[in-house]
């Protein structure tokens, strides 16, 4: 079978070329396209289902019951032909039976056929139906084949969308004329107006089938040329002021533009018979299809990258380029997009650029960390905006709570401008306070440093105000690198992170990666555990693989070489792993003093308590550090059994809950009564209620993001800091039903800024 559908894939295309072209009714025609398709694939099966009126009819088979059709319909999400249209996915099943998804028909005589292919339909990024083959022998069918299918499901879009057969939508959608809100993932803070502007109109693929496949051929040779030679253009010249350039982002960005899989790919497309658009349509439907199936961010975002790139050929090769980049910005805009590739965002007038919305997006995306760096607020998740808004309306965006208005009536303006007033208000006190030492009103000083993970983070140290970085993740440079980073590219990194923090101190944590951080070019490293989070991960990883820490212990103290090198080692469980840690650090420092290298002038060696079960030996632990730091995302997640990025999951992962607290106090008693300096790290300590507690804990010392200093240094100087402990080991004693409205009343009464 395989064989035999990768060789009448052409002739498949050339027969509906010629269905097409003859007279006759869409209903003619779609019959004999399902007739053409069984025989070709030798399926005993072939069937086409169609959008209308919110519901999936069947519109022509060859082996089902004919009486069935324009009978049969299917809701969007029911069945198997519904699940592919409401996801937009392939199913690809050996025994139809056994999926979930599975609705019977009687009216199809489907009961004897056991295995099932279907793949959506697709016009204008929306499903509009599904083609579907059949067998009575349950077997999984091959790639060749479903890419046969998706290569026939492309041209039949053609030939539905110009006869207006279909919705044309995934579903139905009511817009109202009043104003609508929106919520989504807070991707960048802050809030912003302005008018909606669509980053690209969509390029619809109008002509699928080559007259002439060299000329196609040649059409995306010189497509792919044009586009690398922009993309090398805007990697040489991307500004991010007082961030400077996150080269290591768009250098990834660059390597999938010189991808030979992917224009191999397109090129295996362009030999079926596609043309060039149709082409890199079809690789880009099956790549969305494989994104809808991965679950690690990292890969998803690299996937994202490519789907960036595959827009910006297909408009292109098709001679459309004028995105609103290339057009320009007239007003103050906040641009729509599905997602956006940071090499897009860098091409965009900041001055008139407000903010940006996607209906996909994620806080680990390279365009998310460039956002950040030029301060445009984003927004994503925000699912179907591209079909909730016109160009030109009016959009209020409020970054700091994820939430967006469309088409706001007068009152909800003029409120908003208020709270944008207010909020520009806030940040610029927030500012002033940068500048001024963390004391309370009752003298006590507590250490604000800042997370990071590239250089330019440390370089903007002075912006922050912050009295150091107290996590640097060295893995991010893993993260968005296409090769596993050498030493000397580790060294150069963390040498120019030491010379812009100067005199300020740096803890380098080492690698985090492994379990939902898996690296492509290192193929042992995926993790498919059911947990990745607790899986094979972190310092478990880096000690199994020790020329992996080996390089970057070496790394790290040549870099130092000087100053003093502080080292962190994350998600340690037992005393004994930060021993091995330890001592391979140390035999690298024997190895630099041989070689006569220069030396760190001192090391200071500490551990992440992010595994409960590290609380339990700290009595064993603490004598041989120099300084613990505690995971708070990890380690809330662990101690309640409650995975932080599961919504449903969101009440039962709470850092205000007497459970966490009570925890995180028994350890930083017994790191008091060691002498065993502690500081706090994770999205708990840039939070300023959350942050009070931890002050009321005994925390003395915070790494947080850049955006909290100036609100956690704000709440510190309001606080009196031995008034909130005494209260807070009172509400632990006795804890009340609600922890976060009893912390919240006290700030409030005793005038603590935690907003």
Same mark, same amino acid.
């Not at 399902?34 to 069937?47: P, R």
């Not at 768009?250 to 596609?274: H, K, P, V």
């Not at 590219?489 to 492994?514: H, K, M, N, S």
């Given at each position: 079978?395989?064989?035999?559908?990768?060789?009448?894939?052409?002739?498949?295309? =050339?027969?509906?070329?010629?269905?097409?072209?003859?007279?006759?009714?869409?209903?003619? #025609?779609?019959?004999?396209?399902?007739?053409?398709?069984?025989?070709?694939?030798?399926?005993?099966?072939?069937?086409?289902?169609?959008?209308?009126?919110?519901?999936?009819?069947?519109?022509?088979?060859?082996?089902?019951?004919?009486?069935?059709?324009?009978?049969?319909?299917?809701?969007?999400?029911?069945?198997?032909?519904?699940?592919?249209?409401?996801?937009?996915? @392939?199913?690809?099943?050996?025994?139809?039976?056994?999926?979930?998804?599975?609705?019977?028909?009687?009216?199809?005589?489907?009961?004897?056929?056991?295995?099932?292919?279907?793949?959506?339909?697709?016009?204008?990024?929306?499903?509009?139906?599904?083609?579907?083959?059949?067998?009575?022998?349950?077997?999984?069918?091959?790639?060749?084949? @479903?890419?046969?299918?998706?290569?026939?499901?492309?041209?039949?879009?053609?030939?539905?969308?110009?006869?207006?057969?279909?919705?044309?939508?995934?579903?139905?959608?009511?817009?109202?004329a009043g104003p609508l809100r929106l919520a989504g993932l807070k991707l960048v803070a802050g809030m912003a107006r302005g008018e909606a502007v669509f980053h690209e109109p969509r390029v619809v693929v109008e002509h699928t089938v080559a007259e002439d496949i060299e000329?196609?051929?040649?059409?995306?040779?010189?497509?792919?040329?044009?586009?690398?030679?922009?993309?090398?253009?805007? =990697?040489?010249?991307?500004?991010?002021?007082?961030?400077?350039?996150?080269?290591?982002?768009?250098?990834?960005?660059?390597?999938?533009?010189?991808?030979?899989?992917?224009?191999?790919?397109?090129?295996?497309? @362009?030999?079926?018979?596609? &043309?060039?658009?149709?082409?890199?349509?079809?690789?880009?439907?099956?790549?969305?299809?494989?994104?809808?199936?991965?679950?690690?961010?990292?890969?998803?975002?690299?996937?994202?990258?490519?789907?960036?790139?595959?827009?910006?050929?297909?408009?292109?090769?098709?001679?459309?380029?004028? &995105?609103?980049?290339?057009?320009?910005?007239?007003?103050? &805009?906040?641009? @729509?997009?599905?997602?956006?590739?940071?090499?897009?965002?860098?091409?965009?007038?900041?001055?008139?650029?407000? +903010?940006?919305?996607?209906?996909?997006?994620?806080?680990?995306?390279?365009?998310?960390?460039?956002?950040?760096?030029?301060?445009?607020?984003?927004?994503?998740?925000?699912?179907d905006i591209r079909h909730s808004v016109e160009d030109g309306e009016t959009i209020l965006v409020d970054g700091d709570n994820g939430s967006v208005i469309i088409r706001p009536t007068r009152p909800l303006l003029t409120s908003f401008e208020q709270r944008m007033v207010?909020?520009?208000?806030?940040?610029?006190?927030?500012?002033?306070?940068?500048?001024?030492?963390?004391?309370?009103?009752?003298?006590?000083?507590?250490?604000?440093?800042?997370?990071?993970?590239?250089?330019?983070?440390?370089?903007?140290?002075?912006?922050?105000?912050?009295?150091?970085?107290?996590?640097?993740?060295?893995?991010?440079?893993?993260?968005?690198?296409?090769?596993?980073?050498?030493?000397?590219?580790?060294?150069?990194?963390?040498?120019?992170?030491?010379?812009?923090?100067?005199?300020?101190?740096?803890?380098?944590?080492?690698?985090?990666?492994?379990?939902?951080?898996?690296?492509?070019?290192?193929?042992?490293?995926?993790?498919?555990?059911?947990?990745?989070?607790?899986?094979?991960?972190?310092?478990?990883?880096?000690?199994?693989?020790?020329?992996?820490?080996?390089? *970057?212990?070496?790394?790290?103290?040549?870099?130092?070489?000087?100053? %003093?090198?502080?080292?962190?080692?994350?998600? %340690?469980?037992?005393?004994?792993?930060?021993?091995?840690?330890?001592?391979? %650090?140390?035999?690298?420092?024997?190895?630099?003093?041989? +070689?006569?290298?220069?030396?760190?002038?001192?090391?200071?060696?500490?551990?992440?308590?992010?595994?409960?079960?590290?609380?339990? &030996?700290?009595?064993?632990?603490?004598?041989?550090?120099?300084?613990?730091?505690?995971?708070?995302?990890?380690?809330?997640?662990?101690?309640?059994?409650?995975?932080?990025?599961?919504?449903?999951?969101?009440?039962?992962?709470?850092?205000?809950?007497?459970?966490?607290?009570?925890?995180? #106090?028994?350890?930083?008693?017994?790191?008091?009564?060691?002498?065993?300096?502690?500081?706090?790290?994770?999205?708990?300590?840039?939070?300023?209620?959350?942050?009070?507690?931890?002050?009321?804990?005994?925390?003395?010392?915070? !790494?947080?993001?850049?955006?909290?200093?100036?609100?956690?240094?704000?709440?510190?100087? !309001?606080?009196?800091?031995?008034?909130?402990? #005494?209260?807070?080991? *009172?509400?632990? +004693?006795?804890?009340?039903?609600?922890?976060? #409205?009893?912390?919240?009343?006290?700030?409030?009464?005793?005038?603590?800024?935690?907003?």
């Amino acid at each position: 079978m395989p064989a035999s559908a990768a060789a009448s894939a052409r002739e498949i295309l =050339t027969g509906l070329h010629e269905v097409m072209a003859a007279r006759g009714s869409v209903q003619s #025609k779609l019959d004999r396209v399902v007739e053409l398709i069984a025989d070709k694939m030798q399926s005993e099966v072939c069937s086409i289902y169609l959008l209308r009126d919110g519901k999936l009819e069947l519109f022509a088979t060859h082996g089902l019951r004919k009486e069935a059709v324009h009978v049969t319909r299917l809701k969007l999400g029911e069945g198997l032909v519904g699940t592919i249209a409401e996801e937009g996915r @392939i199913l690809n099943l050996a025994e139809a039976a056994h999926h979930p998804a599975f609705a019977y028909r009687p009216e199809t005589g489907e009961e004897r056929f056991h295995s099932f292919a279907g793949v959506p339909i697709v016009r204008l990024e929306s499903p509009i139906g599904v083609l579907a083959v059949q067998h009575a022998e349950p077997r999984r069918y091959e790639d060749v084949e @479903i890419e046969a299918l998706q290569t026939v499901a492309m041209v039949l879009s053609e030939m539905i969308g110009a006869a207006r057969l279909v919705d044309g939508a995934r579903r139905a959608r009511i817009r109202s004329a009043g104003p609508l809100r929106l919520a989504g993932l807070k991707l960048v803070a802050g809030m912003a107006r302005g008018e909606a502007v669509f980053h690209e109109p969509r390029v619809v693929v109008e002509h699928t089938v080559a007259e002439d496949i060299e000329a196609e051929r040649d059409r995306v040779y010189s497509a792919f040329r044009k586009m690398r030679e922009q993309i090398d253009s805007m =990697t040489r010249d991307a500004e991010f002021g007082i961030a400077g350039e996150h080269q290591e982002i768009l250098e990834t960005y660059r390597m999938f533009a010189y991808d030979e899989g992917w224009s191999r790919r397109i090129n295996e497309a @362009i030999d079926s018979g596609l &043309t060039a658009e149709a082409a890199i349509e079809r690789v880009q439907q099956r790549m969305r299809a494989r994104m809808r199936d991965i679950d690690d961010p990292l890969l998803q975002e690299r996937m994202h990258d490519l789907e960036d790139l595959s827009n910006r050929l297909l408009r292109i090769v098709s001679g459309r380029m004028g &995105t609103a980049a290339q057009t320009g910005l007239t007003r103050d &805009t906040v641009l @729509i997009a599905r997602n956006l590739g940071p090499a897009e965002l860098l091409e965009y007038d900041r001055r008139r650029l407000k +903010a940006v919305l996607l209906e996909e997006g994620s806080l680990t995306s390279h365009m998310t960390i460039v956002a950040r760096a030029i301060g445009i607020p984003v927004i994503g998740r925000l699912n179907d905006i591209r079909h909730s808004v016109e160009d030109g309306e009016t959009i209020l965006v409020d970054g700091d709570n994820g939430s967006v208005i469309i088409r706001p009536t007068r009152p909800l303006l003029t409120s908003f401008e208020q709270r944008m007033v207010m909020s520009h208000k806030r940040r610029a006190e927030f500012a002033a306070q940068k500048a001024l030492p963390a004391v309370t009103r009752d003298g006590l000083q507590v250490g604000v440093m800042v997370n990071a993970g590239l250089a330019e983070d440390a370089a903007s140290l002075d912006a922050t105000g912050a009295d150091g970085i107290g996590l640097f993740r060295t893995e991010f440079q893993f993260l968005v690198s296409a090769t596993l980073p050498g030493r000397d590219r580790q060294q150069r990194l963390y040498t120019r992170v030491l010379e812009f923090a100067g005199d300020r101190p740096v803890v380098f944590r080492t690698v985090d990666i492994g379990g939902d951080k898996a690296l492509p070019y290192l193929s042992d490293v995926h993790d498919e555990a059911e947990n990745p989070a607790m899986g094979w991960r972190a310092l478990r990883l880096s000690l199994d693989r020790s020329t992996l820490m080996i390089a *970057q212990a070496r790394a790290l103290i040549e870099a130092s070489a000087g100053r %003093v090198l502080r080292v962190m080692f994350p998600m %340690v469980s037992e005393p004994w792993e930060y021993e091995e840690a330890r001592k391979l %650090v140390e035999e690298q420092v024997e190895w630099a003093r041989k +070689a006569h290298r220069k030396l760190p002038t001192r090391i200071e060696y500490g551990a992440m308590l992010e595994v409960p079960s590290l609380a339990e &030996t700290l009595d064993q632990l603490l004598p041989r550090v120099d300084f613990l730091s505690i995971g708070t995302n990890d380690l809330t997640q662990f101690l309640f059994a409650a995975d932080r990025s599961d919504p449903r999951l969101a009440q039962r992962y709470d850092w205000l809950s007497p459970a966490i607290l009570r925890f995180l #106090k028994r350890v930083l008693d017994a790191a008091r009564e060691a002498d065993v300096p502690v500081r706090v790290c994770g999205e708990m300590a840039g939070r300023p209620l959350e942050a009070m507690a931890l002050v009321g804990l005994g925390a003395d010392a915070v !790494s947080i993001t850049p955006a909290g200093v100036g609100p956690v240094k704000a709440m510190v100087r !309001s606080l009196d800091a031995a008034a909130l402990r #005494k209260r807070l080991d *009172q509400l632990l +004693a006795r804890p009340p039903r609600d922890m976060r #409205k009893a912390l919240t009343d006290w700030a409030r009464r005793h005038s603590v800024t935690i907003d």
